[in-house]
């Protein structure tokens, strides 16, 4: 079936009969894990929201202001995905999301710009290609690719734009001879039924299910923003068209900003700057390295000349890191003391090192005091902790260890 979004990917609104309406489960991410909702499958006799498929995400919008959560195509139906349910035979209003529909429209029609001249000037063809929430890929069928051919293949598409070149669907029913001279990438392989070709004026023709501009000049821009390595002999890559390019932009705009008033000059200086910094940076991670040797020196001379020698020992620092700790151990060199390291402030780390018996014992107990995760291994056991106001009640702990 050809929905009324494919007839017309410029429609916003449209009036459809409810089908069906059913309960059902969705599974979708909420905060990165994956969890089922409970939700109502809707089925309308026709519809201007796009159904995912084809490398194109689905449309996102309205059932009578309810809100369309996703919309997935099964067999030649669209199913609307809803939190709440529709009586069947009503007639809903459908609204869609327009600023995603025409971000949609704009990547998808520019991949097909892009894969046909990328086809026809070099040879690559496109194996896959994936729309995603900020940037596109392209899978090209070519083990290399240099930045010349990127910056060409790049003037040749924006060049088309410009010459606003038509594009127009056509729909075939099938065994139709003419879906011969079109090619069959985009194509869905449960599709049934009609086939939509999309033409660019003078450009290619091709099989495709998802929506489209009317015109290439309605892409406004195309920035191929680079290329890598893909699977074995594929290059991806990655591009913007349209208002992406332009949010791009934007936001390179206001980082650059930002850089002026830090850096305290224009975008000309801003590489030479930052490279002084670095350079600033580094000289000074090194002396502070050298200070915190010489700090480390001194206090382990202190500990060896206590009289008498310690069988526990005890180090916080809420000004260093595990470097300090590794540093300490190293100068020291002494298996049979009992040494509990806790670095930073209100979270840190732990390090619990000396007789295998004893580390056993207290570091999964010094671990709990102090809110962390952590493991051992032989005379070490260290831990991420969340909770050094505890300091005191793990030092106090593992003086026990003297007794």
């Not at 459809?16 to 089922?36: D, F, M």
């Not at 088309?160 to 056509?170: F, G």
């Not at 002494?334 to 979270?347: A, M, Y």
């Amino acid at each position: 079936m050809v929905f009324a979004c494919q007839r017309d990917s410029f429609l916003k609104e449209f009036t459809s009969l409810v089908v069906s309406c059913n309960p059902a489960e969705y599974k979708t991410n909420i905060n990165g894990k994956k969890q089922k909702v409970n939700c109502f499958e809707v089925i309308l006799k026709d519809t201007i929201l796009f159904p995912e498929g084809g490398g194109q995400p689905c449309d996102y919008g309205l059932l009578n202001d309810i809100p369309v959560i996703q919309v997935l195509r099964r067999g030649s139906e669209a199913v609307h995905y809803v939190e709440k349910p529709i009586n069947e035979g009503e007639q809903v209003l459908q609204k869609v999301d327009w600023e995603r529909r025409l971000d949609h429209m704009q990547q998808h029609s520019g991949q097909h710009l892009i894969t046909a001249l990328a086809d026809s000037e070099f040879g690559y063809s496109t194996t896959s290609w994936w729309l995603g929430e900020e940037i596109s890929f392209i899978e090209l069928d070519t083990p290399k690719m240099t930045v010349e051919e990127l910056n060409t293949l790049e003037e040749i598409v924006n060049e088309k734009i410009r010459q606003a070149l038509s594009v127009s669907v056509k729909v075939y029913e099938e065994g139709d001879p003419e879906l011969t001279e079109s090619r069959t990438r985009g194509l869905p392989k449960d599709h049934k039924g009609s086939v939509r070709v999309i033409t660019i004026e003078n450009i290619e023709s091709n099989m495709c299910c998802g929506t489209h501009v009317s015109n290439l000049a309605q892409l406004q821009v195309v920035k191929l923003m680079g290329f890598e390595k893909g699977k074995k002999n594929k290059i991806n890559m990655n591009f913007l068209v349209g208002n992406r390019v332009l949010n791009k932009i934007e936001k390179l705009y206001k980082n650059e900003l930002s850089l002026n008033l830090l850096l305290r000059n224009g975008p000309d200086m801003h590489q030479e700057l930052i490279e002084k910094l670095q350079k600033t940076v580094k000289i000074s991670n090194k002396k502070a390295d050298l200070m915190m040797k010489d700090l480390v020196t001194l206090q382990v001379k202190s500990l060896k000349s206590m009289a008498p020698y310690p069988k526990v020992y005890t180090v916080h620092r809420p000004d260093a890191e595990i470097d300090y700790i590794n540093m300490f151990i190293k100068e020291l060199n002494d298996p049979n003391i009992l040494i509990l390291f806790t670095v930073g402030e209100k979270d840190g780390h732990m390090v619990l090192m000396g007789p295998e018996d004893k580390v056993a014992e207290f570091g999964p107990k010094l671990a709990e005091i102090l809110e962390g995760k952590g493991n051992g291994k032989g005379n070490r056991y260290q831990a991420k902790v969340k909770n050094l106001k505890n300091v005191n009640k793990a030092e106090l702990l593992i003086k026990e260890a003297a007794l």
